[in-house]
């Protein structure tokens, strides 16, 4: 589980394909032990092999299929996050790091000391779960819905979330990676079953 709260962004040093599908994912971070998790660009994964801050991930192919991993090159900036501890503050909201779909950024424009960006979603099915002054997180950062349309949403970006996080480096056209909130989730699910 994850607040959405991004502590540092890492640099790909390599995203190399497995033959039989998926790839092994290089990024160069902070020290990790073997088993640990972190998530990148809001993906929950597991450290394989680690060399002090140079970390290895396995993604396997429905994790390349769902997210923007597999569009990662060496030199790119990721997002990063390890999960919440016991004595962890809650900042965000819960991410669980398990994406649903991705979006294109279809315009960044400036407003004041912010920028407004709009995504336009791949999957419109998930569109039901994103609502004005709800949370979303957009390649694992957590931000709060502004406007909705049929298959885009807005978000305003404070400096220091663009500064800090790999927004800044972001062009229009680009895919991120997006879950949506959880809680919207469980409560169609819910709905759902009272019906039956």
């Known amino acids: 589980m994850f607040t959405g709260i991004v502590e540092a962004t890492g640099v790909v040093e390599a995203m190399t394909p497995h033959p039989d599908g998926g790839a092994r994912l290089t990024i160069r971070a902070f020290p990790m032990t073997v088993g640990e998790s972190l998530a990148i660009n809001g993906v929950c994964l597991t450290v394989q092999h680690a060399e002090g801050d140079r970390l290895h991930f396995d993604a396997v192919p429905e994790t390349l299929r769902r997210t923007n991993l597999g569009d990662l090159k060496a030199g790119d900036r990721v997002n990063l996050e390890r999960p919440l501890t016991p004595e962890s503050r809650l900042g965000g909201h819960f991410v669980q790091g398990h994406v649903d779909t991705t979006a294109r950024l279809v315009e960044v424009r400036p407003e004041g ?6 995504f336009q979603l791949d999957d419109t099915r998930y569109m039901r779960y994103i609502v004005p002054k709800g949370s979303i997180a957009v390649d694992g950062i957590s931000l709060t819905v502004v406007d909705v349309g049929d298959d885009w949403f807005t978000v305003w970006i404070i400096p220091h979330t663009w500064e800090a996080t ?10 991120v990676n997006i879950e949506t909130d959880i809680l919207a989730r469980y409560v169609e699910r819910l709905l759902e079953r009272d019906e039956v």
């Open 166 to 175: 790999n927004l800044h480096a972001r062009q229009v056209g680009e895919r």
């Open 113 to 118: 000391n912010a920028r407004v960006l709009r």
